[in-house]
Antibody
C-alpha cells in the first residue's frame, strides 16, 4: 500500500526558509512524478510544483523564484524548500503522487509563518 | 493561468438526493480534469480523473462528464459520508489549477 508522510518544522519565521520532507513507502519515487500542493487555513488548494521520475521539475510561476523540489532516492524522499517565507505561506502542505491523477496524498503538515 | 470556476460554491442536500456540481475552465483543458473530495482535517481524495474515469475503489454513485471547458460531477444518491468539499482540477496546462471548491452540506 502506497503511503506518503510529510514532516518538518511546524513553525517558520518570516524571511526564513521552509523545508519539508515527504517520505514514500510502498512505491519507488523513481517510478512516478511527485507533487507538492498547499492549502491555506480555510481556503482552497494551490499547486506548488512537481518533480518527475527523471528529476525534472516544474514550478508554479507564482512561487518559482522561491521554491525548490528535489529527491533523495536512497531514502525514497521528496523535499520542498521555500525561501523568504511570509505569513501568506502559512498553509497545510501536502505531497502527492501523480499517476493519471493525484492518486495518493500524504496527510499534510501545517506550517505557520510567524515571528 | 487557467481559471477553474465551480458552481455552486455551496449546496445543501439530503441523503438519497442526486446532486450535480459543475466546473468551468477559462480555456480548453481537453479531458484533463480531475475531481477530489475533502473532509475537514483530511487530505483530498481522488475521485475521478480524465473527466470521467473513476479512481479505483470509488463508489459507482460518483460519475463525471465533460470535455473542453465544461465538466460535471454527479453523485447519484447521496450517502452520509459524501458530505464534504469537492474540488475540480485541470492538469492540461501548467500551472495546474484547482476550482475554489463546492461545500456539500446536509439539509
Amino acid at each position: 500500500q502506497v503511503q506518503l508522510q510529510e514532516s518538518g518544522p511546524g513553525l517558520a519565521k518570516p524571511s526564513e526558509t521552509l523545508s519539508l520532507t515527504c517520505t514514500v513507502s510502498g512505491d519507488s519515487i523513481s517510478s512516478h512524478y511527485w507533487t507538492w500542493i498547499r492549502q491555506p487555513p480555510g481556503k482552497g488548494l494551490e499547486w506548488i510544483g512537481y518533480i518527475s521520475n527523471r528529476g525534472t521539475t516544474n514550478y508554479n510561476p507564482s512561487l518559482k523564484s522561491r521554491v525548490t523540489i528535489s529527491v533523495d532516492t536512497s531514502k525514497n524522499q521528496i523535499s520542498l524548500k521555500l525561501t523568504s517565507v511570509t505569513a501568506a505561506d502559512t498553509a497545510v502542505y501536502y505531497c502527492a503522487r501523480e499517476s493519471f491523477s493525484l492518486d495518493y496524498w500524504g496527510q499534510g503538515t501545517l506550517v505557520t509563518v510567524s515571528s | 493561468d487557467i481559471e477553474m470556476t465551480q458552481s455552486p460554491s455551496s449546496l445543501s442536500a439530503s441523503v438519497g438526493d442526486r446532486v450535480t456540481i459543475t466546473c468551468r475552465a477559462s480555456q480548453v483543458v481537453k479531458n484533463y480534469l480531475a475531481w477530489f473530495q475533502q473532509t475537514p482535517g483530511k487530505a483530498p481524495k481522488s475521485l475521478i480523473y480524465a473527466a470521467s474515469t473513476l479512481q479505483s475503489g470509488v463508489p459507482s454513485r460518483f460519475s463525471g462528464t465533460g470535455s473542453g471547458t465544461d465538466f460535471t460531477l454527479t453523485i447519484s444518491s447521496l450517502q452520509p459520508e459524501d458530505f464534504a468539499t469537492y474540488y475540480c482540477q485541470q492538469y492540461n496546462t501548467y500551472p495546474y489549477t484547482f476550482g475554489q471548491g463546492t461545500k456539500l452540506e446536509i439539509k
